[in-house]
T-cell receptor
Framework: QQQVKQSPQSLIVQKGGISIINCAYE??????FPWYQQFPGKGPALLIA?????SEKKEGRFTISFNKSAKQFSLHIMDSQPGDSATYFC????????????FGTGTLLAVQP | DTAVSQTPKYLVTQMGNDKSIKCEQN?????MYWYKQDSKKFLKIMFS???????INETVPNRFSPKSPDKAHLNLHINSLELGDSAVYFC??????????FGPGTRLTVL
């Protein structure tokens, strides 16, 4: 079953615009929510992550907004650039020894110049 | 000074063959993982080892067998390859519950 639902599947944004990708989770035991960025032919790389004790985390142009009651979190990319064009994955994991990440289905972002 | 490396980068083989993918990390991490990314880019964990001990074993066919000779290496051996095994396989490593660092991937094509 898909425990982390991600939307949209693809997104086209103009340079300078705001890209927004949404994720929803089901398991309330999840306590770590990272976003990974993947360029073609490369492995995923951690972009930014949040834990549920805060509602927002910002790193440069990238912001995670977290809504614990709604079990949703989103990635906002401000001033989107062509170099941001990539596939973005949200993920979630819960406490315990395994550190098992459950990934969303991915969003292919294209930023047009 | 690559953090997580995998070999080979590409692997093309016939159905029924046996193949291995190797992974090495030089980050000093205790935990290593294997993920499978299918043609729709869906990423799913297969296995995880912590200090050479298997801690995650998802519902993966037993044709897939991971082996960790030491905590810096995690290899994946696949027996009797099938068409559906075609995918990109990623190795990753982490320390405790921190960031997982992914390797560059191995694209496996089964003909």
């Amino acid at each position: 079953q898909q425990q982390v639902k991600q939307s949209p599947q693809s997104l086209i944004v103009q340079k300078g615009g705001i890209s927004i990708i949404n994720c929803a989770y089901e398991n309330t035991a999840f306590d770590y929510f990272p976003w990974y960025q993947q360029f073609p032919g490369k492995g995923p790389a951690l972009l930014i992550a949040i834990r549920p004790d805060v509602s927002e985390k910002k790193e440069g142009r990238f912001t995670i907004s977290f809504n614990k009651s709604a079990k949703q979190f989103s990635l906002h990319i401000m001033d989107s650039q062509p170099g941001d064009s990539a596939t973005y994955f949200c993920a979630a994991s819960r406490g315990g020894a395994t550190n098992k990440l459950i990934f969303g289905t991915g969003t292919l972002l294209a930023v047009q110049p | 000074d690559t953090a997580v490396s995998q070999t080979p980068k590409y692997l093309v083989t016939q159905m029924g063959n046996d193949k291995s993918i190797k992974c090495e990390q030089n980050l000093g991490h205790d935990t290593m993982y294997w993920y499978k990314q299918d043609s729709k880019k869906f990423l799913k964990i297969m296995f995880s080892y912590n200090n050479k001990e298997l801690i995650i074993n998802e519902t993966v066919p037993n044709r897939f067998s991971p082996k960790s000779p030491d905590k810096a290496h995690l290899n994946l051996h696949i027996n009797s390859l099938e068409l559906g095994d075609s995918a990109v396989y990623f190795c990753a490593s982490s320390q405790d519950r921190s960031e997982q660092f992914f390797g560059p991937g191995t694209r496996l094509t089964v003909l």
